[in-house]
């Protein structure tokens, strides 16, 4: 028998079922609300991105798209000074203009549009934590929106959808005891079902789905109030999600418009069918790259290539992720000594694989621990050397990371990988270095990948740039660049700082020419005994005084171990300790956990050759190097340090220059040079190692400094 209850209980208990099932199904209403003002949002930031666009461009270039001659001097008059002033702008306005006909009116509305959606047509959107445009808050906090609501939809839905049936037909039970005159002369058998229905309703609201339903909607409402603050900080702490939402509901803003990457039409559609399986994989990756994922899977074999930033290793760790959750067992990744260290952790970081380092004087006992119990073992290619494995033993996948390190067959180093790659079912080589320039290295690569397409390869060199040639090596070699795949990155803004010497400057660089010791000509403002008196020290903590401000941390590039002594010691507690050639590997990554960890205005150290590569170091929005490079490359790639896929954050970058010093004749041959091969389509090695200055050219610079100085004296 149902138990009594009171008429104003069951009209309660009516109304709050039906609330939270109308609230339920607001949920998926409001997922769609905000996809569409996601959609909304971006239209209307790459619509203001045009405008910008069609601001510099003058209203006379009316004319020159057609051969009439509007009288453009009237619209300039009239306030139509830009094409951004017409488009807006209706037919009537533009000829109420004196001298403007109705006629002309609607022409230059037709060319000022047809010019707006060329613009728009290569138009992309930025995304960034130093620009927060109204409009730019807007999508911003859409999106943070969208990835709260995202996985509430579904259980709202399920829990909804589920008990739906059971809460309608006790509702209708129930439904008998809103009226006091059908209450009272309703039959025994509806008033036994409505306390039947009550009685349901009553359990419904305290067993899982009233918890449930309860909890979720809690979170709903939180989900609902998030603030432009609070988005603004999740994007910055975690912006590939962000991506990831605009490139799925509005294709085209961000990143390459080519669906298929580059490759082939029929290979391509056979990788968009590759099955990939992150389960374990404790990241979200970018499209392009469970792209990079899937082609890695399907080829089997490959040389990814990929642009410095774009995260080859995480797309190396998700395909191991994705093998493991097939069946594979054992993987092995070979690196230089300088990165193992990163590799461990970026494993560990980034997913559920074990990892065992092959490295030192354990190297024996992990080796054969690696063998026995599977996992991802990191070794160095020195170190590579001592792996001997049983003739019939077998593993899943080898990495080879920088594999341009083994582009010479003889090397020792290179036969020590062949010999590895003999035990390997999958092989994967990595190098951010293009290779388009140096055909003959990627076709010895490539000859140990897939020996058939090298042997192609073999008399095609020549015609590297050919579709042909990126046809055939297409199977193999697979590269995006920054530019295609991160057109959402922010700004790099790069400025050329020069520093004027005082007269202790100059008596000591002038003592370092005329004595033709070129390192310490190189050292201008540097060199003092005292860095009270360099003009480039003080602009150098001018500039860490105005990133403190703004909430930056920074990077300080030298080549010179003498001089990242000095700024260290100059910078006291304002700097972690610094990193060089000295500083080992472990040591280097616990330096950068420190740095990440640090407050804003923190600065890190270190000598270009050994901080500019194969380290991550988003945490920096501000790049500064103390001395023009001779290698243009050394500079790239300590800049792409900091300038990397998710970097949220303009990055500065600063030159700091003497004039009347070698900097500014460095400075001046590298423009020269960079000029000679602005035709190049790719940045390639060989065009680096053509920019470079050597050091008979650097012996030329400093002989013109001698004659001048003596010129100056006399």
């Not at 003498?562 to 500083?583: H, M, Q």
Request: proline residues 4%; hydrophobic residues 40%.
């Amino acid at each position: 028998m149902a138990r009594p209850f009171s008429k104003k209980d069951a009209k309660a208990l009516l109304k709050e079922h039906r609330d939270t099932l109308s609230q339920l199904d607001a949920v998926p209403a409001a997922l769609q609300a905000c996809r569409e003002s996601i959609k909304q949002c971006s239209d209307h930031l790459a619509a203001q991105n045009v405008m910008t666009i069609l601001r510099d461009i003058p209203v006379e270039e009316i004319n020159n798209r057609e051969k009439r001659a509007f009288r453009v001097k009237a619209l300039r008059e009239g306030g139509y000074a830009t094409i951004a002033d017409i488009v807006p702008a209706p037919v009537h306005a533009l000829a109420s203009v004196y001298g403007v006909s109705e006629d002309a009116a609607r022409s230059i509305k037709r060319i000022a549009d047809e010019m707006a959606a060329q613009a728009g047509q290569g138009c992309k959107i930025r995304l960034s934590a130093d620009d927060r445009s109204q409009e730019a808050s807007d999508l911003i906090a859409a999106i943070c929106r969208f990835q709260q609501i995202k996985p509430l939809a579904g259980l709202a839905k399920q829990l909804a959808d589920i008990n739906r049936r059971d809460i309608t037909a006790a509702l209708a039970d129930l439904e008998p005891v809103h009226g006091t005159i059908t209450w009272m002369f309703a039959s025994k058998e509806k008033r036994q079902k409505a306390m039947e229905g009550f009685c349901r309703l009553t359990e419904l609201k305290i067993d899982a789905y009233g918890t449930e339903s309860a909890s979720l909607l809690a979170a709903f409402q939180a989900a609902q109030s998030c603030t432009e603050t609070d988005a603004w900080n999740d994007f910055t702490a975690n912006p590939v999600p962000y991506f990831n939402v605009l490139e799925e509901i509005n294709p085209g803003l961000l990143g390459n418009d080519d669906a298929l990457y580059g490759l082939p039409e029929e290979l391509a559609r056979e990788i968009q069918d590759e099955c990939y399986f992150p389960d374990g994989l404790l990241c979200e990756l970018r499209r392009y790259q469970e792209w990079g994922v899937r082609y890695i899977l399907h080829q089997g074999r490959v040389l990814l290539g990929d642009e410095m930033g774009l995260g080859k290793t995480v797309q190396a760790i998700a395909a191991m992720v994705s093998l493991k959750n097939t069946g594979a067992s054992h993987f092995l990744v070979v690196c230089p000594a300088s990165v193992i260290t990163n590799w461990c952790r970026e494993i560990r970081k980034m997913s559920r694989l074990s990892v065992i380092k092959i490295h030192g004087s354990s190297r024996k006992d992990a080796f054969l621990t690696w063998q026995q119990t599977g996992g991802v073992a990191v070794t160095t290619y020195e170190t590579a050397a001592y792996c001997d494995l049983p003739e019939a033993f077998r593993f899943s996948m080898l990495v080879v990371d920088e594999a341009h390190y083994i582009k010479n067959p003889e090397a020792k180093r290179t036969k020590n990988v062949r010999a590895l790659c003999t035990h390997a079912d999958r092989l994967l080589f990595m190098t951010g270095t293009a290779l388009e320039n140096k055909a003959e290295e990627m076709v010895s690569l490539i000859s140990i990948l897939q020996p058939q397409i090298g042997a192609r390869l073999h008399d095609m060199t020549f015609m590297s740039s050919a579709p042909l040639f990126r046809k055939t090596v297409a199977p193999v070699y697979y590269r995006r660049k920054r530019e295609d795949v991160l057109t959402e990155l922010p700004d790099l803004i790069q400025s050329r700082e020069w520093c004027t010497m005082n007269q202790q400057e100059e008596a000591a660089y002038e003592q370092a020419v005329l004595s033709g010791n070129f390192a310490a000509s190189r050292q201008v403002s540097w060199n003092m005994p005292d860095l009270s008196d360099s003009s480039k020290a003080a602009r150098l903590l001018e500039l860490i005084e105005e990133a403190e401000a703004d909430g930056r941390k920074v990077l300080v590039f030298s080549y010179f171990l003498d001089t990242i002594r000095k700024i260290a010691d100059l910078l006291g507690n304002r700097c972690v300790n610094p990193i060089s050639g000295a500083v080992s590997p472990e040591r280097r990554q616990e330096i950068i956990d420190e740095f990440n960890q640090a407050p804003s205005g923190t600065v890190l150290p270190a000598q270009i050759q050994s901080g500019g590569t194969g380290l991550n170091m988003q945490a920096a929005s501000v790049v500064i190097l103390c001395e023009p490079q001779l290698k243009p490359s050394a500079e790239n790639q300590a800049i792409s340090r900091a300038y990397r896929m998710g970097q949220t954050r303009n990055v500065l970058v600063y030159r700091l220059l003497c004039e009347d010093s070698v900097d500014e004749k460095i400075i001046s041959l590298l423009e020269d040079k960079q000029a000679v091969f602005d035709a190049f389509a790719d940045k390639s090695e060989a065009a680096d190692e053509s920019r470079e200055i050597d050091e008979r050219t650097l012996g030329n610079i400093i002989q013109e400094e001698i004659e001048r100085i003596n010129a100056k004296r006399q």
